[in-house]
């Protein structure tokens, strides 16, 4: 007998707290989806996707049709194809689909979705002790740059260097993007004080920001470095900074960072971050 699968958005603070606790409890690695269902602020894209009356899964809209997809680790072909009718109806024209590996990859190996794009993520974790532990070992470059304390008048000037940062990773035009909407990201950042910048000569040449929050734990994100300034240690200048900062408030750091960039995996682990499972990203059309 076939399971009845019902997927439905989740309104209520009960069913979001039941959702919170299913995300927790299976160890979800994907950071926007805790922090979206764990915020105060009504998502309103959330949906809990049942089989028999048990919550099996979670789908977030953090951002139009960027979905996030947790599920649980008993899932049979016939889920997958059900969740897939839904996702198809609701996000029709495109969509892009996060979540670890082993949730995201059976959609493409049974031929339930047909990706545009995937790319695949180490998912790094790194705790205090361990910084601290590891920091001593680290050389330091002599390259003159510097940090300041950011005030909201600096967004501007550093929407253009974010704006740099999301063409390379989106791999897309940097005329295409929405500057205002970036500078007012970034303002928002600034306010909460996790962006981290360096400049040479009062021009901004490195930034680091924060993409998610949960608990004691923040994902660290849009860690970029002008293409110029690159090889020259002020990767890990900007990094140890930025952690140093970030470590005053929370315990542990997390990262998804692209299984090809070796050269950022190689940073990251020199800092004491460890692999810690795999995510995958799937552009739908």
């Known amino acids: 007998m076939q399971d009845t699968t019902k997927i439905h958005t989740l309104r209520s603070k009960k069913s979001r707290k039941r959702a919170l606790d299913f995300l927790t409890h299976s160890e979800c690695k994907n950071f926007y989806l805790l922090e979206g269902v764990s915020s105060q602020k009504f998502p309103p894209y959330l949906y809990g996707i049942y089989s028999d009356g048990k919550l099996r899964g979670i789908i977030y809209s953090r951002n139009g049709p960027h979905l996030h997809l947790h599920l649980d680790q008993i899932i049979n072909t016939h889920l997958y194809a059900d969740i897939k009718k839904f996702l198809l109806s609701y996000f029709s024209s495109s969509f892009l689909l996060f979540g670890e590996e082993h ?22 974790r790194l705790d205090r002790h361990s910084y601290y532990r590891n920091i001593n ?3 330091y470059s002599n390259a003159r740059v510097t940090k300041k304390t950011l005030t909201v008048h600096d967004a501007r000037p550093l ?3 974010q704006a740099h940062y999301e063409a390379e990773e989106l791999h897309i035009d940097e005329q295409q993007l929405d500057h205002h909407k970036i500078t007012i990201a970034l303002v928002h950042r600034i306010k909460l004080d996790t962006l981290t910048a360096l400049y040479d000569r009062n021009i901004p040449v490195a930034i680091a920001s924060v993409n998610a929050r949960f608990q004691a734990t923040c994902q660290i994100g849009s860690v970029f470095v002008l293409p110029e300034y690159r090889n020259q240690g002020i990767g ?47 552009n739908v059309e």
């Open 103 to 124: 949730i995201i990859a059976p959609f493409i190996h049974r031929n339930l979705l047909p990706p545009k794009k995937i790319r695949n993520y180490h998912f790094m």
């Open 236 to 282: 890990t200048i900007l990094l140890k900074t930025h952690l140093e900062k970030l470590l005053h408030h929370y315990t542990t750091i997390v990262l998804f960072v692209d299984i090809h960039n070796h050269a950022a995996i190689h940073l990251y682990q020199k800092l004491g971050f460890y692999k810690n499972g795999r995510l995958m990203q799937v």
């Open 159 to 161: 929407s253009e260097l």
């Open 137 to 139: 070992n680290i050389l």
